[in-house]
C-alpha cells in the first residue's frame, strides 16, 4: 500500500506536474479555500484531486475516498458521510482566513474510479491526508497519512481528534454540531400527545398498572430473558443462527462462551416451561377440588418438568461435552 | 416416658425445643458439607493462596499482622508501582485484612498458634457456614414455612455460583463479602418489618463492615433505596418504612465515610444519589404526613402526590444540572460500563481487558446454578402471593440482581443469593404441598370452594383466587417426592462436579494428567518467583504485564511496575508500550523505569492458553489508547486480518518485544525447522529472533515463566545492536555510503 501510495506520488511528480505547473501552490489553496468556504467539503474529481494533492504544496489536504452510490452497498461510507461533512463544515467556517492552510474533500467513487484504481484501493472508505510538502509545515515525507475505518464508522470528534493530531501548531477550529431543532419539536410533540393520551387513557390503564397478574408476567419474561443470556446478544451482536457447513441449520453455537439468538430463545423458552410446571404444581394443582382433574393435571406438568429438564441437561451437555450428569429420556 | 419406642421415635420432632435442636444441627451440617466442598483445592494440591489479587490481600495481611493496624493504616508502599508507589492503605478495603488479623489476635490469645496463611486459606469456606446461616435467617422471614430456610442455607452452601469466589485459598473481598451482603439484606428486611431503630442500627453496622470489605457495597447502596421506591410508589409509605431506612442511611453512610477509599464518594458520585435522593424524598413524605395530620382535607392526597413528584423531579434536575457542571463526579468507569453495555469496549480498554467483565452467556448461568435457574422464577412468582414488603424486596433484587449478572460474568455472584432464597421457597412450597400425609376428602373441599368461591378476593394473583384443597391421591405425591428427591440429588452431583472440576484450581499450580492417569503438577509459576527471590538484588524491580504484579509482590518479594491494582492506566499502557515496541524503543523506556528484569508467561510449548501472546493484543490496545501514533493495533494483523504468530506473520510483531522475548531461543528446542507453538498451533520460522538489550536470565522446567535481564548500557559506548552483533561474531559492517544514482532536488 506503503509502496503504490509512493509510486502514485512519483508519478504525480511526473506525468499530471506539468498541470499543476500552471497555478502555484498559493493560487490552488485560494481556488479550493474559497471553494469550501461556499460548501464544505469539496467534491472532487479525478482532475481536481490530481491538482489538489500535486506537489509542491504548501497546505494540507483530507481527502474521503468514498463510495456513496448505493449500488456498492457501503454502508459505512454513508454512516460516516453526514460526520465527514459536519467536520469539513464546522473546520472551515471556523477558520475563515485559512490559517490551519488545509483543504477538505470528497472523492466519490463514480467520480474518481482512477484515483481508486491508481490508489489499488480495494475498500472504501478511506480517509488521506496529504501533509504540505513545503513552506513552514512541511513533514519529512510526501506521503499521504492514511486513517483506515478499522472500528467501524467514527464519531466526527474522533477525526477531529485524528486530524488535529498531525496538523501541529496549528489553529484547530472546534467541531459546532448544529442543534437538531426537528428533533426537540418532535419530541416534544412525542411527550406532550403521550402525556395526554395517558391522562385520557388513565382511568383504563390503572387497573393495568395495579395488576399484580400483570406485574409478575412482566417480571418472571425479564427474569427468563436476563438469565438465559440476552444480555451476552446483546452486547456482543452475536449472530441468529447460523450454518453447520453443510447446508443445515445449526441451533446451538459450539463452545461454553459462544451461543446465538435463536439458542438463548430456545432456552428462555425451556426455562419458562420448567418454571411454569412448577408453578402450576406448586399452586394450581392443589386447588383442584375434582380428583381426576387433578391427577391428569398433575401427571401432565410432572411429565413436562421431568422430559424438559431431561432435554435442557442434554443441550448442555452438548455446550459443555464433558459434562456427565442426563435424565431419561434424553441420555 | 412413653413405653413404645416407635410412638416415642415419631414424637421427636414435635416439641419446639426438639425441632431448634435439630434445627441447629441440620444448620451445623450444612455449614459443614459448605466447608467441606470448598476444600478440594487444599487437598488436591495444599494450603496455597490462589489467583492474582489473592496474593495482595494476603500480603497487606502479613503487612496488618506485623506492623499493627496504625501502620496499616497509614501503608505507604514503594514496592509496587515503581517509581510512583502506592499509598496502600488509602486505597484498599481493610475489611478481610483486618477479619483475617482479629481472627489471628484472637486464636493467639487463646494460645492456639495458627500460621496467617492458614487463616488466610480457610477464611472464605469459614465465612461460606455463615453465609448458609444467613441465607436461612433471611428466607425465614420470607415465609412461614420453616424449611425453606433450611433449603436455602443448603443452596447457598453448595450453589458453584458462590463457590467460585470462595474455595479455600481464594481469599478475596467476596469471601466475606457475600456472607456481609446477605446479612445486611436480613437486617434490613428484619428493621423494615418492626419498624426497629435497633435493627435498622444494626443494619446500618453490617453495611459498614460491608463498605470496608468489598466495592460491591454500591449493590446494597442502590438495591436498598429502589426497594423504598417502589414500596412507595406501591402506597405503603408509613413510619416503619421511614425508621428503618433513614437509620440505616444516617448511620449507614456515616459509617462508609470513615474508610479513606471511600471518604466523600456517597455524596459525590451518581451510584450513591438514589440513596440521597430517596432519604430526601423520604423527609418530604414524612413531612407532607405531619401536615395531613394537622389539617385534614379530602384533596390532600392529590396535593401530597403533586408536591412530593415535583420535589422529586426538581432534585433530578438539580442532580443533571450539577452532573453536567461538574459539581459531582460522573459515573466511575466499571459501574458506567453496566448501564452504557458499549461503552467499555471503546473507551476503557482496560476494563474490558478483565475477563470477570464480560457478559455472561447462558450456559454459565446453568453451569453456576443448575436447576435453581428455573426455580428462581417459581419462587418470585410466589412471592407475588402475598406481596408483603419483605416480598417486594426478592421481586426488585431479583430483577436487579440477573439483569447485573447478565452483563458482567462476576456480578453472578450477587444474584446467587436472592436465587438461592426464591429457589427454596419454592421446593419448600412443592415439598409442603406433596410431602404432607394428610388427603382431602372430595366432598368437603368441593362444598368448601362452592361456599369460598363466591367471596372474590380482588387483590392477589388470579390463580390464587381458589382456595387450597391439597393433593389427593398418594400415587401422585409420591411420584413428585420422588422427581424433586433426584432433582435435588442431581443438583448436589453438580455442584460437586463444577466444584471439583472447575473451581478448584488455584491457578498458580496446574495439574495435568499423565498418560497412566496420575496427576502431574506443574508448578512453574513458584519455581520462577522462586528463583526471583534467590537470585536477584533485594530490589529489582520487575517488569511484568500487570496480571503479575500481585504474585511477583506476594511470592517473589520483589518491585514491580505493574500490578492488578489498575488504578494508573497511563502506567501500564507504558509497560504496553514497551511490550509492543521495537527494542530499540523499548530500552529508553525501561532504563527509564530502572527496569532490571522482565518477565512473560509463554504457553507455547505447554499449550498453555493464558499466557501473553494470547494477551498481547489488550497490551497493544491499552497502549494504543494513550499513544495512538506510536502503537497501533492494525500493525500487529496481517493484511487479511489475522492475528498470526509464524512466518507470516507482520514486522511489527516479529520486532515487538514481546514476541522475541516468547520465542528467543524456543526453535533450539527442536530439530531445525520443526519449532512448533502447540497453543496456538503454528510452526515457528527456522530463525528464530534476535535479542540485543535483553539477555535470557531463567526459563522455566516447562517454559511458561521466561525471565530476562536488562543489559546495562555497553561498556565501550556502542548501541546494543552492534555490540550484540560483535559478540555474536559479525564483523563491524563498513559504513559505506549507498550510491543510487543521482537525483536532483527540485523543491
Known amino acids: 500500500m506503503r509502496l503504490l501510495t509512493t509510486l502514485l506520488s512519483l508519478t504525480l511528480l511526473g ?85 490551519s492552510r488545509t483543504v477538505f474533500g470528497t472523492l466519490d467513487f463514480t467520480d474518481g474510479r482512477d484515483v481508486f484504481m491508481s490508489l489499488g484501493l480495494q475498500t472504501a472508505p478511506v480517509l488521506m491526508l496529504f501533509p504540505p510538502t513545503v513552506g513552514p509545515h512541511a513533514a519529512v515525507s510526501s506521503d499521504p497519512i492514511r486513517y483506515d475505518f478499522t472500528s467501524g464508522a467514527q464519531a466526527a470528534e474522533q477525526v477531529h481528534s485524528w486530524i488535529a493530531r498531525h496538523l501541529p501548531d496549528r489553529p484547530h477550529p472546534p467541531i459546532k454540531r448544529p442543534i437538531n431543532w426537528m428533533r426537540w419539536i418532535s419530541t416534544f410533540v412525542v411527550l406532550s400527545g403521550g402525556l395526554t393520551a395517558s391522562y385520557v387513557a388513565w382511568p383504563y390503564v390503572l387497573p393495568v398498572i395495579q395488576n399484580r397478574t400483570v406485574w409478575a408476567a412482566v417480571t418472571l419474561i425479564s427474569i427468563l430473558l436476563f438469565t438465559s443470556g440476552h444480555m451476552f446478544n446483546h452486547i456482543r451482536n452475536v449472530p441468529y443462527v447460523a450454518g453447520d457447513g453443510r447446508g443445515g441449520i445449526s441451533y446451538f453455537a459450539n463452545g461454553f462462551q459462544n451461543q446465538y439468538g435463536l439458542e438463548t430463545q430456545i432456552v428462555a423458552a425451556m426455562y419458562g416451561v420448567l418454571a411454569l410446571s412448577g408453578i402450576s404444581l406448586a399452586i394450581k394443582v392443589p386447588r383442584m377440588s375434582d380428583p381426576k382433574t387433578q391427577g391428569v393435571a398433575l401427571l401432565a406438568w410432572g411429565g413436562i418438568l421431568f422430559v424438559v429438564y431431561s432435554l435442557l441437561l442434554s443441550i448442555f451437555r452438548q455446550k459443555n461435552p464433558g459434562y456427565p450428569f442426563s435424565l431419561p429420556p434424553f441420555m | ?162 463457590i467460585s469466589r470462595s474455595v479455600a485459598g481464594s481469599y478475596d473481598n467476596e469471601a466475606i463479602a457475600i456472607f456481609l451482603l446477605v446479612f445486611t439484606f436480613y437486617l434490613w428486611i428484619k428493621a423494615l418489618k418492626q419498624g426497629s431503630m435497633l435493627w435498622g442500627a444494626l443494619c446500618a453496622l453490617f453495611y459498614g463492615y460491608m463498605v470496608a470489605s468489598w466495592g460491591g457495597y454500591a449493590f446494597i447502596t442502590c438495591l436498598l433505596p429502589l426497594h423504598a421506591f417502589v414500596l412507595i410508589c406501591m402506597g405503603r409509605y408509613g413510619t416503619r418504612l421511614y425508621v428503618a431506612y433513614t437509620t440505616w442511611y444516617a448511620l449507614g453512610t456515616l459509617a462508609s465515610m470513615q474508610i479513606p477509599f471511600v471518604g466523600f464518594l456517597p455524596v459525590k458520585t451518581s451510584e450513591h444519589m438514589p440513596a440521597l435522593g430517596i432519604f430526601g424524598f423520604l423527609q418530604l413524605l414524612a413531612f407532607l404526613d405531619y401536615v395531613r395530620s394537622a389539617i385534614p382535607s379530602r384533596q390532600f392526597q392529590t396535593f401530597l402526590w403533586l408536591f412530593a413528584g415535583g420535589t422529586f423531579g426538581l432534585g433530578l434536575l438539580g442532580l443533571v444540572i450539577a452532573t453536567s457542571a461538574g459539581f459531582i463526579a460522573p459515573w466511575s468507569g466499571r459501574f458506567y460500563s453496566l448501564w452504557d453495555t458499549g461503552y467499555a469496549k471503546i473507551h476503557i480498554p482496560i476494563i474490558a481487558s478483565v475477563s470477570e467483565h464480560q457478559p455472561t452467556a447462558w450456559p454459565a448461568f446453568f453451569f453456576d446454578l443448575n436447576m435453581l435457574i428455573w426455580l428462581f422464577p417459581v419462587g418470585v412468582y410466589l412471592c407475588f402471593q402475598q406481596l408483603a414488603d419483605e416480598h417486594v424486596f426478592i421481586v426488585v433484587y431479583a430483577l436487579f440482581g440477573s439483569y447485573f449478572a447478565g452483563v458482567m460474568v462476576r456480578l453472578m455472584l450477587t444474584l446467587t443469593p436472592v436465587v438461592c432464597v426464591a429457589a427454596a421457597m419454592a421446593v419448600s412450597a412443592l415439598l409442603d404441598t406433596y410431602l404432607s400425609a394428610k388427603s382431602p376428602e372430595p366432598q368437603e373441599a368441593q362444598a368448601a370452594e362452592s361456599s369460598e368461591g363466591k367471596k372474590a378476593t380482588k387483590s392477589g394473583l388470579r390463580s390464587t383466587s381458589k382456595p387450597v384443597v391439597g393433593v389427593y391421591g398418594l400415587w401422585g405425591k409420591s411420584m413428585m417426592v420422588s422427581a424433586l428427591a433426584v432433582y435435588l440429588l442431581v443438583f448436589v452431583l453438580h455442584c460437586t462436579w463444577v466444584t471439583s472440576n472447575a473451581y478448584s484450581s488455584p491457578s498458580v499450580v496446574l495439574a495435568s494428567r499423565m498418560p497412566d492417569g496420575s496427576q502431574h503438577i506443574i508448578d512453574d509459576y513458584r519455581e520462577a518467583y522462586q528463583w526471583l527471590r534467590q537470585n536477584t538484588h533485594e530490589d529489582a524491580k520487575i517488569m511484568s504485564w500487570w496480571d503479575y504484579g500481585y504474585q511477583i509482590g506476594g511470592m517473589a518479594d520483589r518491585p514491580t511496575l505493574v500490578d492488578n491494582n489498575t488504578w494508573n492506566n497511563t502506567h501500564i499502557a507504558t509497560v504496553g508500550k514497551a511490550m509492543s515496541s521495537r527494542e530499540e524503543v523499548s530500552y529508553p523506556i525501561m532504563r527509564q523505569h530502572e527496569v532490571d528484569y522482565v518477565l512473560v508467561v509463554f504457553g507455547g510449548l505447554l499449550g498453555y492458553s493464558g499466557d501473553d501472546i494470547n494477551k498481547f493484543l489488550w497490551m497493544v490496545r491499552i497502549a494504543e489508547g494513550i499513544w495512538p501514533d506510536e502503537v497501533s493495533e492494525r500493525a500487529f494483523f496481517t493484511p487479511r486480518g489475522e492475528y498470526r504468530v509464524d512466518g507470516e506473520a507482520t514486522e ?32 515457528l520460522p527456522e530463525v528464530g529472533p534476535t535479542l540485543n538489550t535483553l539477555e535470557e536470565a531463567f526459563t522455566s522446567e516447562n517454559w511458561i515463566i521466561r525471565i530476562y535481564k536488562v543489559k546495562d548500557l555497553d561498556n565501550l559506548g556502542r548501541d546494543h545492536a552492534s555490540a550484540a552483533a560483535f559478540d555474536r561474531g559479525h564483523k563491524k559492517k563498513k559504513v559505506t555510503k549507498k550510491r543510487g544514482p543521482r537525483v536532483l532536488r527540485v523543491d
Not at chain 2, 132 to 140: E, I
Not at chain 2, 143 to 148: E, H, K, L, Y
Not at chain 2, 652 to 681: C, E, H, I, W
Open chain 2, 1 to 162: 416416658m412413653s413405653a413404645d419406642p416407635l410412638q416415642g421415635l415419631a414424637s421427636v420432632g414435635k416439641g419446639q425445643s426438639t425441632r431448634s435442636l435439630l434445627r441447629v444441627i441440620i444448620l451445623a451440617l450444612i455449614a459443614g458439607a459448605a466447608i467441606s466442598s470448598r476444600l478440594f483445592s487444599v487437598i488436591r494440591f495444599e494450603s496455597i493462596i490462589h489467583e492474582f489479587d489473592p496474593w495482595f490481600n494476603f500480603r497487606a495481611t502479613k503487612y496488618l499482622v506485623a506492623n499493627g493496624f496504625y501502620n496499616f493504616w497509614d501503608w505507604f508502599d514503594d514496592r509496587t508501582w515503581h517509581p510512583l508507589g502506592r499509598v496502600t492503605g488509602g486505597t484498599l478495603y481493610p475489611g478481610l485484612m483486618v477479619t483475617s488479623g482479629v481472627i489471628y489476635h484472637a486464636l493467639r490469645a487463646l494460645t492456639i498458634p495458627v500460621d496467617i496463611r492458614n487463616i488466610c486459606v480457610l477464611l472464605a469456606p469459614g465465612f461460606s457456614g455463615l453465609t448458609a446461616w444467613a441465607a436461612y435467617l433471611l428466607t425465614n422471614e420470607m415465609t412461614p414455612s420453616s424449611s425453606a430456610g433450611l433449603l436455602a442455607a443448603l443452596f447457598m452452601g453448595i450453589a458453584p455460583g458462590y
Open chain 2, 652 to 683: 511489527t510483531m516479529k520486532n515487538s518485544l514481546m514476541y522475541k522475548m516468547s520465542y528467543y531461543n524456543y526453535n533450539n528446542l527442536f530439530p531445525p525447522g520443526q519449532a512448533v507453538d502447540r497453543m496456538r498451533g503454528a510452526r
Open chain 1, 15 to 99: 506525468a499530471p506536474g506539468s498541470l499543476a505547473a500552471k497555478k502555484s501552490a498559493e493560487e490552488r489553496f485560494q481556488l479550493y479555500h474559497s471553494k469550501a468556504l461556499s460548501s464544505a467539503p469539496v467534491k472532487l474529481g479525478d482532475s481536481a484531486y490530481r491538482e489538489l494533492t500535486s506537489t509542491p504544496r504548501d497546505y494540507t489536504v483530507a481527502v474521503l475516498l468514498t463510495a456513496m452510490d448505493s449500488r456498492y452497498g457501503c454502508q459505512l461510507c454513508r454512516e460516516f458521510q453526514p460526520e465527514w461533512e459536519l467536520l469539513a463544515r464546522s473546520w472551515t467556517n471556523g477558520d475563515k482566513q485559512g490559517e
